[in-house]
């Protein structure tokens, strides 16, 4: 009887221990199984990670780790994976095997010399592959048809050997459909295809033994003309959680060409742009923040903003304007916030615009619109200095021209703003809005 009790007891806690070692493997806390593999050090490495939920979809986020491998107990069911700013060398098959569920993979700025042919076996879902600023010299095709969903590849600035070997890949990266795989990225070596891009190479060149003759092709492109002006790939680009081009502090004197179209949010502060050009952001239609503070700016085109319909955010704070050119504003339908402090404004007729512009965007939240100058209004809000401006300036006293330009205006709207600007920006403004839509 006793006995037979002591059995069944030692049988039960048996049981119970090992349930409990089930969950905890099943819980994906698997310290014992990092213990053993890694050591302590790297398993606390590992554990540093944060994982998190942002908009229903699973983040692990292991940046700046040091890591050397991606670990085996990370959550299975991690969706986007940023392993940014590591010490990875080598990617070895079936790396990533059980994260299933992974949509994308940020590998940037490691130290990857070697991917394996099957290192991204398993990714059936990954969109995403952030391989930009490591060592790479070579990458078989093979390695990039594990993965059917691929839309976005960026491997530029790695040290891309453009020889035999990369024939495949090149190839690969130019059929049409694959428009956002490889942009930017350039030859390193041989010499005489130094600086060509994986985009616009002919295949040919890569293996010219095999050719009969390609001596007329060796001359290289004219890179000289694209090499003045900044390139994005200066700056890193962070797709999750949302497109990020950050070009902090890169002592760049223009905003850089080749901004990725799918950007949506661009940090170019602490540079040292000085003016905005014409056009300057036409191509990346989707961006909602820009981020320009502390550069020295001190002029913006007309049309500096054209087609940033989306931009909800610009930060211009900590640069040398004075006041905005007439039309500066008018592209910026959904903009939100404008952060304004630490400029110059000078305090006459030509700040008139900008103040008009926030009256009619009266939810737009702006900050930092203090005249500097001259310095009968230095220190005044520029809002109060308009005011009286107007109140200097009755209606009666300005030309009458405005009023036929108004009529001739079917669409001329808001007649009660006609006694808080004086009529010559009325005037203007109507042009320009004219132009604008035909
Ligand atoms: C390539 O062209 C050069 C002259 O342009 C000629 O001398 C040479 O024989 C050609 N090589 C081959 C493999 O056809
Ligand atoms: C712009 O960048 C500066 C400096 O990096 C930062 O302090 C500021 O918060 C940024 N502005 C916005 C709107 O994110
Ligand atoms: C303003 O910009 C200058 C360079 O233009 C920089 O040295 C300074 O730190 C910036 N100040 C702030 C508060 O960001």
């Known amino acids: 009887m006793d006995l037979r009790m002591q059995v069944i007891t030692a049988l039960m806690i048996l049981l119970l221990l090992q349930s409990a070692e089930c969950r905890r493997a099943r819980n994906g806390i698997t310290r014992n199984r990092a213990r053993g593999k890694w050591g302590t050090a790297k398993r606390s490495a590992a554990n540093d990670c944060k994982d998190y939920v942002e908009a229903g979809d699973k983040f692990l986020d292991c940046q700046d ?39 994308s993979l940020d590998l940037q700025q490691n130290d990857i010399r070697v991917i394996e042919e099957h290192a991204f076996s398993g990714l059936n879902k990954l969109t995403t592959l952030l391989l930009q ?29 453009c020889k035999c070997e990369l024939d495949s890949l090149v190839r690969m990266l130019q059929v049409p459909s694959n428009r956002n795989l490889g942009n930017y990225a350039q030859c390193a070596e041989p010499a005489n295809l130094k600086g060509r891009y994986l985009k616009k190479i002919k295949p040919e060149l890569l293996c010219p033994e095999l050719e009969v003759n390609i001596t007329d092709e060796q001359i290289p492109e004219p890179v000289s003309a694209a090499k003045k002006e900044p390139d994005s790939t200066t700056c890193h680009t962070y797709m999750f959680p949302k497109p990020l081009l950050d070009c902090h502090s890169r002592d760049l004197k223009n905003v850089p060409a080749n901004i990725p179209p799918d950007v949506a949010r661009i940090d170019l502060s602490g540079n040292s742009i000085k003016q905005l050009r014409a056009m300057e952001f036409v191509a990346v ?19 500096a903003f054209s087609g940033l319909l989306y931009l909800r955010e610009l930060d211009l704070s900590n640069n040398s304007l004075q006041y905005f050119q007439y039309g ?21 007729y030509n700040i008139h615009y900008l103040i008009y512009w926030l009256q009619h965007h009266y939810s737009v939240e702006y900050s930092g619109l203090i005249c500097s100058s001259p310095v009968e209004f230095k220190g005044w809000l520029v809002e109060d200095y308009v005011k009286t401006y107007n109140g200097d300036c009755p209606k009666d006293k300005l030309p009458g021209q405005t009023d036929n330009l108004q009529e001739t205006n079917a669409d001329a709207d808001d007649e009660e703003e006609t006694d808080i600007q004086p009529s010559p920006i009325r005037g203007r403004e109507r042009t320009i809005k004219i132009i604008r839509l035909s």
């Open 65 to 103: 780790k040091h890591l050397t491998h991606v670990f085996p107990g990370w959550p299975d069911d991690t969706v986007h994976m940023l392993l940014a700013r590591n010490k990875i060398r080598i990617l070895r098959d079936n790396t990533f095997v059980q994260f299933e569920k992974l949509k």
């Open 133 to 161: 600023h490591n060592q790479l010299q070579v990458l078989k095709e093979q390695v990039l048809i594990a993965l059917p969903q691929l839309r976005y590849l960026r491997i530029y600035d790695n040290p891309w050997s």
């Open 285 to 303: 239609k989707d961006l909602k923040m820009l981020n320009l503070s502390s550069n020295n700016l001190d002029y913006i085109d007309t049309t």
């Open 328 to 348: 500066v504003l008018e592209d910026l339908y959904f903009v939100q916030k404008l952060v304004l402090g630490n400029n110059p404004w000078k305090c006459d």
